[in-house]
């Protein structure tokens, strides 16, 4: 059974900063590219950060991915925050498979910025 399990959201001031983990099992980590995606009330859900370090350009220079494969965890270093940024965060892993792609989804964490 695969699970990717997120944590470290909470609320935040705005220009403080947050890293938010999130942890794989059942799958070959190692294997799949990780993402982190976002959830904003009303919006739709836009990826935030991959691993292949690729951003959205809201979060240039603000926000940083990495992984640990030895610990098969993804975590999202977030700095210098906005209340823009304050959404629903969503871990995805993802791989090309024949026909199509290999998508697993974490539950989310919620992350509030706000004064």
């Known amino acids: 059974q695969v699970q990717l399990v997120e944590s470290g959201g909470g609320l935040v001031q705005p220009g403080g900063s947050l890293r938010l983990s999130c942890a794989a099992s059942g799958i070959i980590f190692r294997l799949y590219l990780m993402n982190w995606y976002r959830q904003a009330p009303g919006k739709q859900r836009e990826l935030v950060a991959s691993?292949?370090?690729n951003y959205v350009d809201s979060v240039k220079g603000r926000f940083t991915i990495s992984r640990d494969n030895a610990k098969n965890t993804v975590y999202l270093q977030m700095n210098s925050l906005k209340p823009e940024d304050t959404a629903v965060y969503y871990c995805n892993a993802s791989r090309p498979i024949i026909g199509g792609t290999e998508n697993y989804w974490g539950q989310g964490t919620q992350v509030t910025v706000s004064s």
């Open positions: 691993i292949s370090t």
